[in-house]
């Protein structure tokens, strides 16, 4: 049991007589999540005609491995866009809605975003099976909206769990890049943290010899092929077929300003945190 300074406050509304959708509301997020089992998804009320994201999940097997579809309903008309699966996906048993709890909620490029998001959460953990066939893509969305909506992903994490479905072994939270912060060593979560590194961003070797590319997961592994690597030196020699490598040397992140080494990532995170503005 967490101290209750690490617990999560949740409101959750149930309806009466106690079937039928329920819905979870975080205060300190003006965000407001629905749970509906497939059968009872068409009694969710018209607030859920609006822009937002959703998950549909399997039922978890013996294992505990289960799969799930990351979508967005962007603009409009949430509940209506997962009425839709109904007829044309028949893989998930639940869904789970997300939208904001305030006059205004997402627009289109929020919904968008919380997508990708969802999907690269989903994708780095080792019990989940996604449905998608792409990569949800939405880079639209300024870096200080991108860090705001962050704070979004614990409580659906933690909705998740309680429903019974696992994520990631070591998702990236708001305590553990205070760690790595406080430690004095930059990883890869601070890149994330900071909005230099996407998660699910390809990072790119320009090794004459040893050319490719790999994906950086949002728990801070890099997937190369099918090997998930814990450090960016270990994801190097898997790409060059071994070898003792530098990663953060070898790797390079695509930004707008074209390919950048990973250690010049790195050396900005460190003079944000010096001049006190990370």
């Not at 962007?74 to 939208?99: E, F, Q, T």
């Amino acid at each position: 049991m967490r101290d209750d300074g690490d617990v999560l406050p949740l409101k959750v509304l149930v309806p009466l007589p106690a079937y039928g959708p329920f819905e979870v509301v975080i205060e300190h997020t003006a965000l407001r999540l629905a749970v509906a089992d497939r059968a009872l998804l068409r009694s969710l009320n018209d607030s859920w005609e609006v822009p937002g994201a959703y998950l549909l999940l399997d039922r978890p097997d013996a294992e505990g491995y289960w799969g799930a579809y990351a979508g967005k309903a962007s603009p409009g008309r949430l509940r209506s866009r997962v009425l839709d699966h109904l007829r044309n996906k028949d893989h998930w048993y639940r869904a789970v809605l997300i939208r904001r709890d305030t006059e205004y909620g997402f627009h289109s490029a929020q919904a968008g975003w919380l997508e990708g998001r969802l999907y690269d959460l989903l994708k780095a953990s080792t019990h989940v099976r996604l449905h998608n066939g792409n990569r949800p893509n939405d880079e639209t969305l300024p870096r200080h909206e991108q860090a705001a909506l962050e704070t979004c992903i614990e409580p659906v994490v933690g909705l998740l769990h309680l429903l019974g479905h696992k994520v990631a072994d070591s998702p990236v939270t708001p305590k553990r890049q205070r760690q790595a912060s406080s430690s004095g060593r930059i990883g890869l979560v601070d890149l994330i943290a900071e909005g230099l590194l996407p998660p699910g961003g390809r990072i790119v070797s320009k090794h004459r010899r040893h050319p490719g590319h790999a994906e950086v997961n949002a728990d801070g592994t890099i997937r190369v092929g099918a090997h998930v690597s814990e450090s960016l030196s270990d994801a190097a020699g898997k790409l060059c077929g071994g070898g003792a490598w530098n990663g953060w040397a070898f790797w390079h992140a695509e930004t707008e300003e074209g390919l950048v080494q990973l250690s010049v990532l790195r050396d900005r995170v460190r003079e944000r945190r010096a001049s006190g503005g990370g």
